[in-house]
């Protein structure tokens, strides 16, 4: 039982930068991993970017690295993903998942919408 809450979404100009965050309530397990997939007008859902809670051990599409970040505050629960350097084919609305694997995702949060200007 975990409930995952996005917030962070909005309008950017392309080459400008947000940060995401994924709330996390209720039980979670260390052996967990949190991440997030993004599906953008037309396409399907597509995994961004994950980090395993216990090691921190990260893992980002090619699409992403470099340019997106993610990473953990133990203290609030809560998952971040900084973008930088934003496309327009960025665009999408990106949701926070978690699951033992992310191969297989057990929650999702509602999806914040993420908007990049040429």
């Known amino acids: 039982q975990v409930q995952l809450a996005e917030s962070g979404g909005g309008l950017v100009q392309a080459g400008g930068s947000l940060r995401l965050s994924c709330a996390a309530s209720g039980r979670t397990l260390l052996a967990y991993a949190v991440g997030w997939f993004r599906q953008a007008p037309g396409k399907e859902r597509e995994f961004v970017a994950g980090i395993r809670w216990g090691s921190a051990n990260t893992n980002y599409a090619d699409s992403v690295k470099g340019r997106f970040t993610i990473s953990r505050d133990n203290a609030k629960n809560t998952v971040y993903l900084q973008m930088n350097s934003l496309k327009p084919e960025d665009t999408a609305v990106y949701y926070c998942?978690?699951?033992?694997?992310?191969?297989?995702?057990?929650?999702w949060g509602q999806g914040t919408q993420v908007t990049v200007s040429s």
């Open positions: 998942a978690a699951a033992i694997n992310l191969s297989n995702p057990a929650y």
